[in-house]
Nanobody
Framework: QVQLVESGGGLVQAGGSLRLSCAAS????????MGWFRQAPGKEREFVAA????????SYADSVKGRFTISRDNAKSTVYLQMNSLKPEDTAVYYC?????????????????WGQGTQVTVSS
């Protein structure tokens, strides 16, 4: 497994932007596909975005497509989630996760390492 630490969450007004970061340590970063998930109060954790080992393939939930961008810097062992045009419904705890598969996908069961989460709150 790999250790993951998220940062960059906070409070932002609707229409604003935030960039989340997730720093990985412990294993070869390029051996992991990475994903972002989120969990809003009273709801189940849901898929947000995923990126393959070297960043050539990305996927997004329909709810964030066109607004969020996932990227990774393998030299820094870090994955990012750029969030633009934020909406109140984006309010959640955001988690980054690592998958030993080349494409992590949207299924949480494909990920074996999780960060502690970072809170994102979007005010209307």
């Amino acid at each position: 497994q790999v250790q993951l630490v998220e940062s960059g969450g906070g409070l932002v007004q609707a229409g604003g932007s935030l960039r989340l970061s997730c720093a990985a340590s412990g294993r070869t970063f390029t051996s992991y596909a990475m994903g972002w998930f989120r969990q809003a109060p009273g709801k189940e954790r849901e898929f947000v975005a995923a990126i393959s080992w070297y960043g050539g393939t990305t996927s997004y939930a329909d709810s964030v497509k066109g607004r969020f961008t996932i990227s990774r810097d393998n030299a820094k062992s870090t994955v990012y989630l750029q969030m633009n045009s934020l909406k109140p419904e984006d309010t959640a705890v955001y988690y980054c996760a690592a998958s030993p598969r080349r494409l992590g996908g949207s299924n949480q069961n494909g990920y074996d390492s999780w960060g502690q989460g970072t809170q994102v709150t979007v005010s209307s």
